[in-house]
């Protein structure tokens, strides 16, 4: 040790006899150690983040609909069903809807390049399991549109999508028309043909969506429910107009319009979420 070394210590250790020279002592360390505002102060245990705040930040990275196949354009609807069993079989994740034309036809895939949308296509073509199929584009959903039209048009074309649904069966897990669409099975699919995509089940769709307030809720946003004993949001509907809303009610039902104000719904009512 050094004699400066020596002298430095022997002060520190003559000025720590008194009590208000340690305090001073102590608050000179602490700063040191700190810094001027160099580093923030500590915190014990993890910072809370509500859900709110976690939705927010899954709804800036919400995923865009690639490219698709659209295959058939039936009369019939067990015409649609056929072609979209064939297709699960071949391990495809398809699904039919009511065009506006008032045709059945099915939709699958997600690509992100065209030409592998093609490929796919064209092996289904050769094996006969299609006969004829459109390449559906992300420029053509209504999502790519809303530059040119804005947003409420986005909003109406989700909810012309929710009321072509009107009518299917209802039965839980289900995504297909044979099976029934489940009450989440049916958002997705909604969105999904207006080129966004959302998660799948209702608990998912209800944190990756940014809140909305009752008064504030519009054409499109998504309505949730807790419908079980756990108290926890297990139910989804598609909002319409005038607190009516689209949904899956249950097994044994077809999908239906349902009401905000509806005694039933009222008292299981968590919130709104939206996507856009």
Known sequence: MTQRQFKFKKTMMDAFKTRGSRLFIFSFLMLLMVGCGSRPPVEYGPKPQSPDLKALDAQTSLALIGYAIQAGAFSKRHNAVRLMETLKKEGVDAYYFVHETGLYKVRFGDYSLKESAVKFAKNLLARGIIDVYYIVGPEDYPKAKTREHGEMYLREEIVRTAERFLGIPYQ??????ETGFDCSGLTT??????????PRSSRQQYLSGTPVSREKILKGDLVFFATTRKKQVSHVGIYVRKNQFIHAPKKGKTIRFGSLSNGYFKKRYVGARTYL
């Not at 839980?172 to 028309?177: D, H």
């Not at 699919?189 to 959302?198: A, C, D, F, P, T």
């Open 189 to 198: 699919s909604v969105y999904e043909l207006n080129g966004l995509k959302i």
């Open 172 to 177: 839980w897990g289900g995504t297909s028309p």
